[in-house]
């Protein structure tokens, strides 16, 4: 009987492994909501800690919920000495997503807890991470500068004390701002390589730190989280604007990617980009830097012109970190800090309502054959 060969769908592209609750990404509106509230007004109008709420419970807090969050995550905030001493081991040459993939490792190994599955604990869990990560990844630039740590401030909310513990001081309200909107941007989306990586991990009943140290390398690659640092490495490439297009001929006559651009559900826009340009737009004023924003114009016009193939979140995310004072190494860790939430959510969704997570193959190697 002749087998029809199965519709093998390469990468997943289009296919709907699951239901969830968390978030809705719809190309065809070019929108995202979270928990049904349109991110574009979550930016607007919240505090980092309001949305992690959301996405973590389904609800924004009420003024108890996030009294106790921010309690919570502000006492988990001091890196313990022996995960000083880890990273400490660890060269100031090695990637900082290296680093931070190892420190969550490390705090899910002194956790006594870590195996408790329960939906409390994966919250208790899901917090101590996102009061860690910040503190590892600003250890990591500042001993990567040859600076002291800073230790954290109690009395400064997530994105303050982030950039405090980084910088040594709180910018101007603008550039916190602009922190925290992308911090809000790059919380969560759907069943992206990262979140699915932390979902086919938790599928098999390993603990939420297995999942977040497996997402955090997904998200290294440049063709996901990597992007955002990619596109300053971009930007160095060419130099001033009017070296874009020559730049881009050659790129794509060398068959790049060409990052910070394309999206595998977006097909007319990353929902997230005019809000995410908006606080760009907002730093370059700042700072003084029109040279940058005339960069950024001109290759996104080429790009289109040439490909019509339009930014993602990473295009505006990578010049505004840059602009923030942040290493471009840094970049990417600074996703994890946001995207820490989107992936515990999933954890705990996925823990709910599990299936092992294990598609089939079609075969298309030797026919079968036997020793001589
Ligand atoms: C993120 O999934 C998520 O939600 C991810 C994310 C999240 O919030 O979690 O949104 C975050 O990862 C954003 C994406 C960041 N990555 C980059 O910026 C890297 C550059 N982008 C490309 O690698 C690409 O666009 C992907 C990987 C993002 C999407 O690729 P797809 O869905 O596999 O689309 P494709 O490669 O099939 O594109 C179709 C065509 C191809 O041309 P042909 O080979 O058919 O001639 O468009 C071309 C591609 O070569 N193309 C690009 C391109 N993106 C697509 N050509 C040059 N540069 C690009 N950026």
Redesign the pocket.
């Known amino acids: 009987m002749s087998e029809t060969a199965p519709e093998i769908r390469k990468?997943l592209?289009g296919v709907v492994a699951d239901t969830t609750a968390i978030s809705k990404?719809n190309p065809e509106t070019n929108s995202l909501l979270y928990r049904g509230y349109p991110v574009q007004e979550l930016a607007e109008r919240c505090s980092f800690e309001e949305v992690a709420w959301l996405l973590w419970h389904g609800e924004l807090p009420t003024s108890d919920q996030l009294a106790g969050l921010r309690e919570s995550e502000r006492a988990g905030r001091e890196l313990t000495p022996e995960l000083r001493e880890v990273i400490d081991r660890i060269p100031t040459t090695a990637h900082p997503m290296d680093v931070l993939r190892t420190a969550v490792s490390l705090v899910g190994a002194q956790d006594p807890h870590a195996d408790e599955a329960t939906e409390e604990a994966s919250l208790t869990k899901a917090v101590r991470l996102l009061a860690q990560v910040p503190a590892v990844v600003a250890y990591d630039q500042r001993r990567r500068r040859g600076q002291d740590l800073v230790p954290p401030d109690p009395e400064l909310g997530y994105a303050e004390n982030f950039l405090h513990m980084t910088f040594g001081q709180v910018p101007e309200p603008v550039v916190v701002d602009a922190f925290r909107v992308s911090l809000i941007l790059?919380a969560e989306?759907?069943f992206?390589?990262?979140?699915f990586t932390a979902r086919v991990i938790t599928s098999t009943m390993a603990d939420l730190y297995s999942a977040v140290v497996g997402a955090i390398g997904a998200l290294k690659g440049?063709?996901?989280?990597g992007?955002n640092e990619?596109?300053m490495h971009v930007f160095e490439e060419i130099g001033s604007a009017e070296n874009a297009e020559a730049w881009l001929e050659d790129a794509?006559a060398s068959k790049?990617?060409?990052?910070?651009?394309?999206?595998?559900?977006y097909k007319t826009g990353?929902s997230r980009v005019p809000t995410m340009k908006a606080a760009l737009d907002r730093l370059v004023e700042h700072y003084d830097r029109p040279d940058l924003l005339e960069l950024y114009t001109r290759l996104e016009a080429a790009?289109g012109e040439r490909?019509n193939?339009l930014p993602?979140?990473?295009?505006p995310s990578g010049p505004a970190y840059h602009l923030m004072g942040f290493d471009t190494a840094t970049f990417t860790p600074l996703f994890v800090a946001s995207?820490v939430v989107g992936w515990t959510a999933h954890v705990m969704e996925q823990a709910a309502d599990n299936a092992l997570i294990r598609p089939l193959s079609e075969y298309d190697g030797p026919d079968e054959r036997h020793l001589t």
Not at 192 to 195: C, G, K
Not at 222 to 225: A, C, K, N, V
Not at 256 to 265: A, L, N, S
Not at 312 to 315: I, M, T, V, W
């Open positions: 990468g592209a990404v790059y989306h759907s992206n390589a990262s979140t440049p063709l996901h989280g992007a990619a596109v794509l790049r990617k060409i990052m910070g651009f394309g999206h595998r559900v990353d790009m490909k193939i993602n979140l990473d295009y995207r």
